[in-house]
């Protein structure tokens, strides 16, 4: 297995998210973006895409450019990064940025969603452990406004935005972390 446009990529997000912490956790930001193409991975072999998956969080969170991205590791993994990235400016409102979000997955190629995937799910993964942990405080580490309120609506309206992955192993773990956290009038919404 040629693995070298992977190995690129993962020098290429070491290096962007050097000195970086995951929100809260006190480890490398790095394990994050492994983790997402370690979900990705067990949807596709797609290297480009298991690329994209540890790119993921680049553009959004560091300085590194989409043009970098593809000058580097080509068109299709930019693409499938700048699916990952925002569209609106990091100081518009956070439910219009998150909304924005969820509206560009849902009309985002295939391929994009299984990124996507990857990415939602290693957060709600760490969301669950977390809230385990130290339960509502977890909220206060999160730009949302309204707490777990938004989170809630967040997180569902993506798996409407990535439904048509419904019966892939990663997605319904997806639906049983979201049922798990936040349930709907405190059953499970299944």
């Known amino acids: 297995m040629d693995t070298e446009l992977?190995?690129?990529?993962?020098?290429?997000a070491i290096d962007a998210h050097r000195g970086a912490e995951r929100r809260g956790k006190g480890y490398p930001y790095?394990?994050?973006?492994?983790?997402?193409?370690?979900?990705?991975a067990s949807i596709t072999t797609d290297?480009?895409?298991?690329?994209?998956?540890i790119?993921?969080?680049t553009v959004e969170d560091t300085d590194a450019?989409?043009?970098?991205?593809r000058e580097e590791f080509g068109e299709r993994v930019a693409r499938l990064v700048q699916y990952e990235t925002c569209p609106l400016p990091k100081s518009a409102p956070w439910r219009d940025r998150k909304q924005a979000q969820a509206d560009l997955i849902a009309h985002a190629p295939r391929e994009s969603k299984i990124v996507a995937l990857?990415?939602?799910?290693?957060?709600?993964?760490?969301?669950?452990?977390?809230?385990d942990q130290i339960g509502d405080q977890l909220w206060q580490r999160f730009k949302a406004p309204n707490g777990k309120e938004d989170m809630a609506w967040y997180y569902r309206t993506l798996a409407k935005s990535?439904?048509?992955l419904a019966g892939t192993p990663p997605y319904?773990?997806?639906l049983q972390l979201l049922d798990k956290i936040f349930p709907v009038d405190g059953t499970s919404s299944r």
Request: net charge negative.
């Open 6 to 12: 992977f190995d690129r990529a993962a020098k290429f």
């Open 30 to 40: 790095i394990l994050h973006p492994m983790e997402v193409a370690g979900i990705v």
């Open 47 to 53: 290297l480009e895409m298991i690329a994209a998956a």
């Open 55 to 57: 790119l993921h969080d």
């Open 65 to 69: 450019t989409i043009g970098q991205i």
């Open 118 to 131: 990857g990415d939602k799910l290693s957060n709600l993964r760490t969301i669950s452990g977390d809230y």
């Open 162 to 164: 990535l439904c048509e």
């Open 172 to 174: 319904e773990e997806y």
